[in-house]
């Protein structure tokens, strides 16, 4: 096929710029991408669980079934939340706010291994029945460990954020608030790799405001006391040279990172959205859970020292904070009536 002149839409390092940030917006699909399969599963999940009855109970009824239910419903509404302000940030990008720059990798590495849980979350509920070739879940099991999976995405994303985190937590910049953003426009910046060097450089609104907003709710109260016990170990007790070349070492303290920046957007959009405060709550009980799991990750690792094994000791014995009328609540308001609210058509 004969290309002419006119078929060239530009040459040199725009082209350059355009063909591969064309591949970067693609690899940031990954994360509604995993959102779509698990909510299609979520769907099938329930409505063939709250419709089969087991020693004289209907499946959904069991307690253990109920919390994988909830706890992969939380998570996916956690996912959606993350996802769509982040989504903001890409578009309004600019020369003097270039913040999608962690919050974009934060969401390929993020969201899809929040898209793994859930499904493994789902599986053990469905069992057998996530097998059937009749189903959409037999085909979702083997493709969600794929977006995570690409180019190393988790392992390459986690470093790649790392390199923001000094300036996040010890050196706040001061941004105009980004609004939603839905209308069809030229996003043209996105297009220009040049705005990807520098990274150290990038700056970002202080959190801390922004978790305050739910200070008020006792799991994300208890949320803030973790991070700040997590800055208080980058400012006095940061890893030596050593563990930073352990990947080990550095990896896990990325992914402790990784819940902050996840849980900054999430309420972000929570309050965009007016989304119900006891949702947020119950959001945040897994949060609490995941951030003192990284913690004791890092306490057990051989080359972590005393002063941070303190810090991950502390980290750790904050506990999540049960309300069961709240949680059956959400269960009976917004997770449970999705039983048969889809299903897949033959």
């Not at 898209?115 to 189903?135: C, N, P, S």
């Amino acid at each position: 096929y004969p290309i002419t002149e006119d078929d060239i839409l530009m040459r040199g390092s725009h082209a350059w710029d355009s063909a591969l940030n064309t591949v970067n917006i693609g690899k940031f699909n990954i994360g509604p991408g995993s959102i779509g399969v698990c909510e299609h599963s979520f769907y099938e999940a329930i409505t063939h669980a709250a419709n089969r009855i087991l020693y004289g109970f209907r499946v959904t009824d069991m307690p253990h079934v109920k919390g994988n239910f909830m706890e992969a419903w939380l998570r996916l509404v956690g996912m959606k939340l993350y996802q769509r302000r982040s989504t903001d940030y890409f578009r309004n990008a600019g020369p003097d706010d270039r913040r999608f720059l962690l919050f974009n990798p934060t969401s390929k590495m993020k969201v899809t291994l929040q898209a793994e849980q859930v499904m493994a979350l789902l599986w053990d509920v469905i069992a057998a029945k996530g097998f059937e070739r009749d189903t959409h879940f037999s085909t979702a099991v083997l493709d969600i460990a794929g977006p995570s999976k690409l180019e190393g995405t988790v392992h390459v994303n986690v470093m790649l954020i790392r390199k923001f985190m000094k300036n996040y937590f010890f050196n706040p910049g001061s941004f105009p608030y980004i609004p939603p953003t839905f209308e069809a426009r030229d996003d043209a910046f996105l297009f220009n790799q040049g705005s990807a060097h520098g990274l150290g450089k990038v700056q970002f609104n202080d959190y801390r405001p922004v978790l305050d907003l739910y200070k008020d709710l006792p799991n994300v109260a208890t949320f803030i006391r973790q991070v700040e016990l997590f800055r208080e170990l980058l400012e006095k007790a940061f890893p030596d040279k050593l563990q930073e070349m352990d990947p080990s070492f550095s990896l896990t303290l990325g992914e402790m990172f990784s819940i902050v920046v996840y849980a900054q957007l999430i309420i972000e959009q929570a309050q965009i959205d007016n989304l119900d405060k006891d949702i947020v709550n119950q959001i945040f009980d897994f949060m609490v859970r995941d951030f003192a799991g990284f913690g004791l990750q890092i306490y057990g690792k051989h080359t972590t020292n005393d002063s941070q094994r303190g810090y991950c000791r502390e980290i750790m014995e904050i506990k999540a904070v049960a309300d069961p009328a709240q949680y059956e609540r959400i269960w009976k308001e917004y997770v449970f009536p999705l039983n048969g609210e889809y299903a897949m058509s033959n």
